[in-house]
């Protein structure tokens, strides 16, 4: 068990799907298929260790919880609002048209520039099949 906690990051409900399933059929950041299995494990793992207080809140602990004046709070809430608001937008590539070379076609100007296929032949016009000559400018925004 401790090598599937290394595994998945400490996460227990994929530690004990993997145990349960085999650690193939657990891929991290996908849906746990034997859910059913981890829930009723993590109930009884909860049960036996009732005794434990769990850390998220500890009410023995509260007085050391840092205390906050309403104003400060406000202050800073609204300070973030404004960095957010003042920043700048995302610079988008203006680059709309691409070079043609001897020997692309318009795959490979997919593949360089992200854009999908069908969508180059839409904005060009394109016939099949979709030659593509040296030296000509391919829309592709």
């Known amino acids: 068990m401790s090598y599937l906690f290394k595994r998945y990051r400490g996460d227990k409900r994929r530690a004990i799907a993997a145990y349960n399933a085999g650690e193939g059929n657990v891929k991290p950041g996908r849906r746990i298929r034997n859910i059913g299995y981890v829930n009723k494990v993590m109930r009884a793992y909860n049960k036996l260790s009732s ?77 099949a099949p979709y030659h593509l000559q040296a030296g000509e400018y391919v829309r592709i925004r």
Do not use: D
């Not at 500890?58 to 205390?67: D, F, I, Q, T, V």
């Not at 406000?74 to 608001?85: G, I, P, Q």
């Not at 920043?87 to 709309?96: C, D, F, G």
């Open 51 to 127: 005794g434990k207080k769990r850390r998220a809140f500890n009410p023995r602990k509260a007085h050391k919880l840092k205390k906050t004046s309403l104003k400060k709070r406000k202050r800073n809430r609204v300070n973030r609002v404004s960095k957010r608001a003042t920043r700048k937008a995302p610079r988008r590539n203006k680059r709309t048209t691409f070079h043609v070379k001897k020997g692309h076609t318009v795959y490979e100007v997919m593949r360089q520039t992200g854009v999908p296929v069908k969508k180059i032949i839409r904005l060009n016009g394109l016939k």
